[in-house]
């Protein structure tokens, strides 16, 4: 006597095996991936790095620091040139000439002072020999009131102070920028460390559930979910230990570093100091506010500038030379000094059209800054309830996590005595690896929010 089984029942049984089968490659590719990518990960040089070591590098050698200050060094540059508003021009020039003419002829020989009775002679001033003359010069300028001039060398100081607030400035965001980078370096490494143990569970689970299989406790299904479980979390552990990479390249690219050297904190993730956020303003003394009150400052000072250009300018001027028949010599000499007002009375409405752009350049100035400043109080406040938000968010997760710790610890326990479904064992171990996690990220919002409301707030 045969029995019969449906056929139905036959193509399900083989539908599973094929399942199983393909499932089967999957894993081993994911297990072999995973393999491969962990002995790049690890096979690379590592290095031990503080905070304080990295910050001190990036001050020192970050290319956005050199770039600022390489801003500042133009601006007092800059400012340098309006040295001329009080300092003299002075040149020194020396030429020759060869002439015929009747003029340049009387006037070389008189510079000269080798004029005689004969060169007053009517035929010799009308038709003169040819007549050579060389002639050493000094020549100096010396501004005395020029009004415009004062003015826009107070706008070229302030734009130079400006820079450099700005520069400094540059410092404190890019000190901010690396306690973000390194904690996100640090989250990184927690988060390879939290799947590496959960990793560890996964597979004792799967041997408890290998072994529960071939006593026949467990169905085949029950064990092909573990073994799906088990490639999730390798899933998410390469895509952690990437992670770990891509901060370690960034830290490097603060610190302007190329040797390609994996980066390992040697400082822990620690919930920062906790701040009364109520006590916590704006400070108009903030270095980036106080550069854009400079600015405004500095096209105050241009418009003025442009209106003090309709005064007129008096300057002094004097001239030394010497002159001789010969090149480099001076058997003759003589000076000049004497003083000049220049009035520029109209010049086809161009002063009239830069005081009027210059006007409406220190206006828009003058709304930048209120914009600008409304823009910082309105960044303080959001910062604030980050905080707030992140602190609150920190307990829960903590609260969280003790539960869902508490909960695998059951469900294992129970699952190891035959007591607790696959299912709800790996549900509650996913939960925990997830809790974690939240809690990790928790802990980097709350400090991100934190270092951002004391980069806000820094004077």
Known sequence: MYLKLPRTLICGRNFAEIIMTQMKKYILLVTLGMFLFSATFYGQETK???????????????????????????????????????????????????????????GTKLNQGILTPEDFNPDILNEPNEVTGFATKFEIQQPLINLDGFYQRKAAKNKMDAVGLQSLRTR??????????????????????VLEKTQEAVLENKKIAENSFKQGYLQKADVLSVDVRVSEVQNQLQSA??????????????????????LVPSDSLAVASIVDNNKVLLSEERLDIKAMQLTTEAYESLYKANKMAFLPR??????????????????????????????????GYKNVGKT??????????????????????LDLNKAKRMVSDAENKLKLTNLALEQSKESLRIRTNR???GLEKTTDLLLAES??????????????????????LQFLTKE
């Not at 040295?83 to 020039?93: I, T």
């Not at 058997?331 to 004497?338: F, K, W």
């Not at 752009?357 to 109080?377: G, I, W």
């Open 48 to 106: 031990s790095i503080s905070k304080s070591e990295v910050l001190t590098k990036v001050l020192e050698e970050n290319t956005s620091i050199k770039i600022s200050d390489q801003e500042f060094l133009k601006a007092r540059a800059e400012y340098r040139q309006t040295n001329s508003v009080f300092l003299p021009s002075v040149n020194a020039s020396h030429s020759g000439i060869a002439t015929t003419n009747p003029l340049v002829a009387f």
């Open 172 to 193: 404190d965001y890019l000190t901010f920028e690396v306690e973000k980078a390194y904690m996100q370096l640090q989250l990184a490494y927690k988060a390879v460390e």
């Open 241 to 262: 230990k990437s992670n770990v990479l891509n901060a370690s390249d960034y830290l490097a690219f603060l610190m302007n570093e190329k040797d390609g050297t994996t």
């Open 314 to 347: 008096l300057n002094a001027f004097g001239s030394y030379e010497l002159y001789d028949e010969n090149m480099f010599q001076g058997s003759a000499s003589g000076y000049l000094v004497g003083a000049q007002l220049n009035w520029n009375l109209f010049d």
């Open 356 to 377: 009027q752009k210059s006007k409406a350049q220190y206006d828009q100035s003058l709304l930048e800054y209120e914009q600008y400043v409304s823009q910082s109080n």
């Open 415 to 417: 699952f190891k005595e």
């Open 431 to 452: 939960q925990y690896a997830q809790k974690q996690l939240q809690y990790y990220q928790t802990i980097f919002e709350y400090n991100y929010a934190f270092q951002y």
